[in-house]
């Protein structure tokens, strides 16, 4: 290899003359196809409540509470894609308790994995949008305690879906269901 850029240098290839400039048009950076707000909040679920063991009975999943009569081992953890897929099926059916609120639903929804459709069902949050008032960041992060005690990190998981799912125009809140 040396002896051939040696050779090549003696016959004058590498001269000034002869080095010539090229013009690399840049190609557009492959844009990533947008993530829907459902994904998004499935997302922020898997990323906050972890793929639960069997330690963690009876949560099995990305937090799934097994209801009576549903058939889950209480040895075996759930592999991922069958995790995500009781995830997105009881997103699905906390949307569709909220579906009056129409985009404000998913969010909702979100909240209610997390605390429940009751506790949601009769939260500050729901009774400020029934009312028409849209100003329910304050009383969404309320939302953040556990045993009584304020929880740093269900507060940022509930800054995170805010900030991500909550559809601030209300034009668009009344055009987009996802349920």
Request: proline residues 4%; hydrophobic residues 40%; contains cysteine.
């Amino acid at each position: 290899m040396m002896l051939a850029i040696v050779s090549m240098t003696l016959c004058g290839l590498f001269s000034p003359a002869r080095v010539s400039v090229m013009t690399v048009k840049a190609t557009p950076a492959v844009s990533e196809p947008e993530v829907s707000p459902f994904e998004q909040a499935v997302e922020i679920i898997k990323k906050y409540e972890g793929l639960h063991s069997p330690k963690h009975w009876p949560l099995v999943g990305y937090g799934h509470k097994v209801l009576p009569g549903e058939k889950f081992s209480r040895n075996k953890k759930l592999s991922q894609t069958e995790a995500e897929t009781i995830l997105r099926k009881d997103l699905l059916k906390n949307c569709a308790v909220f579906r009056e609120f129409g985009a404000d639903s998913l969010l909702l929804g979100v909240l209610a994995y997390n605390i429940g459709s009751g506790a949601t069902l009769r939260s500050s949050v729901v009774k400020k949008l029934r009312a028409g008032n849209r100003d329910i960041e304050a009383n969404y992060l309320a939302h953040c305690r556990y045993r009584g005690k304020v929880h740093s990190q269900i507060r940022r998981r509930r800054v995170e879906e805010f900030q991500t799912l909550f559809i601030r125009d209300k034009k668009q809140s009344k055009e987009v269901v996802y349920v």
